[in-house]
């Protein structure tokens, strides 16, 4: 089941220029985009708007990037939803998180953009 028109990201970092700088140029390169300042934030707007992949920050207050893709992967109707974490720490696994792609911080958006662009093409299974 496709979801017709652009790529749909929402982006949840607790730091407002980090997020502001991946929307804009996310919105740049044709993505639908949504922010979220915090996990519990992203997880509202996860369960009210089509969104194909998240990128989240692992470190954030409340509910980190680790709990959110925990959330994600745990809810059936969001098993095509791809999980890019960024973290400015020590890289974990990927494994480890259960997300689709680990990167660090600070983070180079073509980078960024080069790994939404392989994790989109990845087929799901349903």
């Known amino acids: 089941m496709g ?3 652009p ?3 929402l982006i949840a970092d607790d730091d407002c220029s980090v997020r ?3 929307a804009e140029f996310m919105a740049s390169r044709g993505y639908s985009v949504v922010e979220a300042e915090d996990g519990v934030e992203a997880w509202e707007k996860l369960r009210d ?3 194909d992949i998240v990128v989240s920050d692992l470190q954030m207050p409340q509910c980190d990037g680790r709990e959110l893709c925990r959330r994600i992967r745990a ?3 969001m098993r095509h939803v791809r999980v890019v ?3 400015g720490g020590e890289l974990p696994e ?5 997300c689709d792609a680990v990167l660090p911080k600070p983070i180079f958006v073509h ?11 990845a087929t799901v299974e349903a």
């Open 75 to 77: 809810e059936p109707t």
């Open 111 to 121: 980078a960024l953009l080069e790994e939404l662009e392989r994790v989109s093409s």
């Open 85 to 87: 974490i960024i973290t």
């Open 7 to 9: 790529k749909a990201v």
């Open 94 to 98: 990927r494994r480890q998180l259960d």
């Open 3 to 5: 979801h017709a028109g």
């Open 20 to 22: 502001r700088v991946l």
């Open 49 to 51: 708007t089509h969104t």
